[in-house]
């Protein structure tokens, strides 16, 4: 879950500023225009999670290569086996509800904390309006109360669209009263409060992407503009309303809920007033054919954005590998996983390379030790048919790749062990075998040893993992490893 949400996060960073780089470019449009075009980018940011997975993918490298088995940092003999990573024990993630990971867990705490605010926001404005005491201000059909808890005109929308205006609406003259609320008729006329819930949901929605919060601020202030003009154009002198702005927001002394639409918001004051004066600024409405040419550019941004799959760059191919690309040699992987309890002591195997490790840390279990081993393919061959006729297998694991290319082998031991391998088997130009493999064993629920080698040999090999559980235990073997190199047709 973790991966598809910052797949969303990556996506919508994308798209958002994009809708940002838009915004710049078309600030010469009238208000509305701008407005009605950056909340269809806002609702396309939107919908993007909501595509996530729903539609086909193509996908798109733009992440860093991801890294492949460590090579050693001193140079390797042939026929000998090094250790590169040293052992590590780390406790696993405790398994989360529901398929959540703690990254998936904080994004959606912080989007319910949002919303709560928003609807706790919503409650308040509710409750103002109920107690409020009616006002007859000539806004027509829309309800319009006195309010104490303002200090500054707003409407919201509770079932119904609502105006509320401070107590000082007794003391101001008439003309400031026709400008207040021909301004938030506006609002509601434009449907802005609902335009503002779509913005405030995708800021909910996508909180941890501060490119969406920089577009929902700017369509309110777009949207504020746009009722500014609405006033201007029904005949209103434009320096008497700018005065009257100035006036209103002077009288603000608290922040008011979120889901509410007012009338002056201190830090966009100025350049309203500042383009109420300019008498070339644009006022018309947004056409039909804006809305069509919106519409269609949201369609064109949000889709490609919708179904890209952000992916990492391909790994570099070794020298070896590029050099046999025409024809790859196939190798094929066996793996004997051993029941606890066999002893390396107990064979008749010739050490042919060995590596000895101990964990270290605070983390690591002090009394544990572990060998890899190094044989020819075949000594190990007899070795392996007594132990499966004794029943000391567990289960032999195979699979068969090409040269250069990852296989992973899983498997499960006697004693509830989950054991993963990532093995590349790599023939290089002059027919040698270089194996490296990452090696993990998950021990019960708290801890895992992990190991990485490199092993290069003239001829196909056999791997022995063996790991003695103290310091004055007999070493048992975990398993072999067998690398075969298959003959082409």
């Known amino acids: 879950m973790s991966e598809a949400l910052i797949q969303v996060l990556i996506r919508t960073t994308i798209l958002s500023l994009l809708w940002l780089g838009i915004a710049c470019a078309m600030r010469k449009r009238s208000a509305a225009t701008q407005h009605a075009w950056l909340i269809g980018g806002l609702l396309g940011v939107l919908a993007v999670p909501m595509m996530h997975g729903a539609i086909h993918e193509f996908q798109v490298a733009l992440l860093p290569a991801a890294p492949s088995v460590p090579e050693p940092s001193d140079v390797l003999v042939p026929g000998v086996v090094g250790l590169v990573g040293k052992p590590r024990v780390h406790s696993s993630e405790a398994g989360l509800p529901f398929g959540l990971t703690l990254f998936s867990l904080v994004w959606l705490a912080g989007s319910m904390v949002i919303v709560g605010r928003y609807l706790f926001g919503l409650a308040r404005i509710r409750s103002w309006f109920k107690h409020g005491q009616p006002v007859g201000c000539g806004s027509g059909s829309v309800p319009t109360v006195v309010s104490e808890h303002i200090s500054v005109p707003l409407t919201a929308w509770i079932g119904r669209s609502v105006i509320l205006v401070p107590e000082s609406w007794g003391t101001w003259t008439q003309e400031r009263q026709e400008a207040v609320?021909?301004?938030?008729?506006?609002?509601?006329?434009?449907?802005?409060?609902?335009?503002?819930?779509?913005?405030?949901?995708?800021?909910?929605?996508?909180?941890?992407?501060?490119?969406?919060?920089?577009?929902?601020?700017?369509?309110?202030?777009?949207?504020?503009?746009?009722?500014?003009?609405?006033?201007?154009?029904?005949?209103?002198?434009?320096?008497?309303?700018?005065?009257?702005?100035?006036?209103?927001?002077?009288?603000?002394?608290?922040?008011?809920?979120?889901?509410?639409?007012?009338?002056?918001?201190?830090?966009?004051?100025?350049?309203?007033?500042?383009?109420?004066?300019?008498?070339?600024?644009?006022?018309?409405?947004?056409?039909?054919?804006?809305?069509?040419?919106?519409?269609?550019?949201?369609?064109?941004?949000?889709?490609?954005?919708?179904?890209?799959?952000?992916?990492?760059?391909?790994?570099?191919?070794?020298?070896?590998?590029?050099?046999?690309?025409?024809?790859?040699?196939?190798?094929?992987?066996?793996?004997?996983?051993?029941?606890?309890?066999?002893?390396?002591?107990?064979?008749?195997?010739?050490?042919?390379?060995?590596?000895?490790?101990?964990?270290?840390?605070?983390?690591?279990?002090?009394?544990?030790?572990?060998?890899?081993?190094?044989?020819?393919?075949?000594?190990?061959?007899?070795l392996i048919a007594k132990w499966k006729a004794e029943g000391k297998v567990s289960s032999e694991p195979a699979v068969r790749t090409l040269s250069g290319q990852m296989a992973i082998i899983k498997s499960t031991s006697g004693n509830s062990d989950k054991q993963t391998m990532r093995i590349v088997p790599t023939i290089d130009i002059k027919g040698k075998l270089k194996l490296g493999f990452d090696y993990e064993v998950l021990h019960g629920k708290t801890q895992s040893t992990f190991e990485s080698v490199t092993y290069t040999s003239a001829m196909p090999s056999s791997v022995v993992l063996s790991r003695r559980a103290g310091p004055n235990q007999p070493a048992q073997i975990v398993g072999v490893i067998t690398v075969k190199i298959v003959d082409q047709p």
């Open 181 to 382: 609320v021909q301004h938030e008729l506006a609002h509601i006329r434009r449907g802005d409060w609902l335009s503002q819930l779509a913005a405030r949901l995708a800021c909910a929605a996508l909180w941890p992407n501060p490119a969406v919060w920089l577009l929902a601020r700017k369509s309110r202030f777009l949207a504020e503009r746009a009722a500014d003009d609405i006033v201007l154009a029904s005949g209103f002198p434009p320096a008497r309303y700018a005065q009257i702005l100035l006036e209103t927001a002077r009288e603000v002394t608290a922040a008011l809920p979120k889901l509410s639409v007012c009338m002056a918001h201190r830090p966009n004051v100025a350049r309203r007033i500042e383009l109420i004066l300019h008498q070339r600024t644009e006022r018309t409405s947004v056409s039909k054919a804006g809305l069509v040419a919106g519409a269609l550019l949201v369609l064109g941004t949000s889709l490609p954005v919708a179904i890209m799959a952000i992916t990492r760059h391909q790994a570099p191919v070794p020298k070896a590998t590029k050099a046999i690309q025409g024809q790859p040699a196939q190798i094929f992987v066996q793996c004997c996983i051993l029941k606890p309890g066999v002893l390396f002591s107990d064979t008749d195997l010739k050490i042919f390379a060995e590596t000895h490790s101990s964990p270290k840390g605070k983390r690591a279990a002090k009394s544990s030790q572990s060998f890899v081993y190094s044989f020819p393919a075949d000594s190990a061959k007899d």
